[in-house]
């Protein structure tokens, strides 16, 4: 029998840091939820003839494999999503919304039957990024930069240093690129460093050095507070080890709303 193509498929965007992800719906889907881990990440996605845009998350999302059709999408890097949306990120925390309820209604309608029509949906939702951010111009390489940073292990001081900024104005310009402070952003890149590191192999102890945690319980506590279970239940052989986002794969964040 021919092998059955793989349900999800990503590949990096033309815009910078993004990934183009499309994830293609069984006919009989799973039962059980998965759940979502915080990664830092926005995403706008396509779906069932909405566009939906999924803000950034400070806990585990929970998705009914049932209510999650076919879609296709781009996953925004930590802190270049609220300019191409037009929205501080805080807005948008914990949040999905329909696109609808940003923009002019108009304007999302002729962009969602634009990717109806298109014989490449996922192509077709990254011109329209492509062409927003040539709109509105790139996101601040400041917050680039800390989210980098950041995501490299360095403290909330040194980035704040690193940057130019007090604490006050790093927390504020944090709020707005990345819908949280610097702080909760760090520990939620810290976790998503520490399972990757376990997926490979690596201990639970070891990985949770190596990703900047002082110890395994460290480590432990930041994972039943981001993801709301312990790391032997997510990596169990019937839990859900590696979904972090709302499409079954190792990496990234998404949703269907």
């Known amino acids: ?89 805080h807005e948008l925390r914990d949040q999905r919304f329909e696109l609808a309820s940003i923009w002019p209604a108009a304007a999302v309608r002729r962009l969602t039957e634009r990717i109806d029509r298109a014989p490449d949906p996922a192509g077709a939702l990254e011109r329209l990024a492509l062409d927003r951010i040539a709109d509105t111009g790139p996101p601040d390489p400041l917050t680039v930069a800390v989210a980098e940073g950041l995501r490299r292990g360095r403290s909330v001081a040194a980035t704040a240093a690193e940057a130019g900024l007090g604490a006050r104005q790093l927390h504020r310009r944090s709020l707005t690129a990345f819908g949280y402070g610097p702080k909760t952003l760090a520990r939620i890149l810290r976790l998503q460093r520490a399972l990757e590191l376990i997926r490979t192999g690596l201990p639970y102890a070891e990985a949770a050095c190596a990703a900047g945690c002082t110890d395994q319980a460290h480590l432990s506590r930041d994972m039943r507070d981001l993801a709301g279970t312990t790391l032997g239940a997510y990596f169990a052989p019937d839990g859900a080890a590696g979904a972090n986002s709302e499409t079954p794969h190792p990496s990234g964040s998404s949703t269907t709303a």
């Open 1 to 89: 029998m021919p092998q059955e193509p793989p349900r999800y498929q990503e590949r990096p965007s033309r815009l910078p840091g993004a990934v183009v992800w499309t994830w293609d719906a069984p006919a009989r889907p799973p039962l059980r939820p998965r759940s979502v881990l915080p990664d830092g990440c926005m995403d706008l996605i396509w779906t069932g003839g909405r566009i939906v845009v999924a803000g950034p998350d400070t806990h585990a999302f929970e998705v009914d494999p049932r209510d999650r059709a076919s879609c296709a999408a781009i996953r925004f890097a930590p802190g270049t999503a609220p300019v191409l949306l037009g929205v501080p990120a």
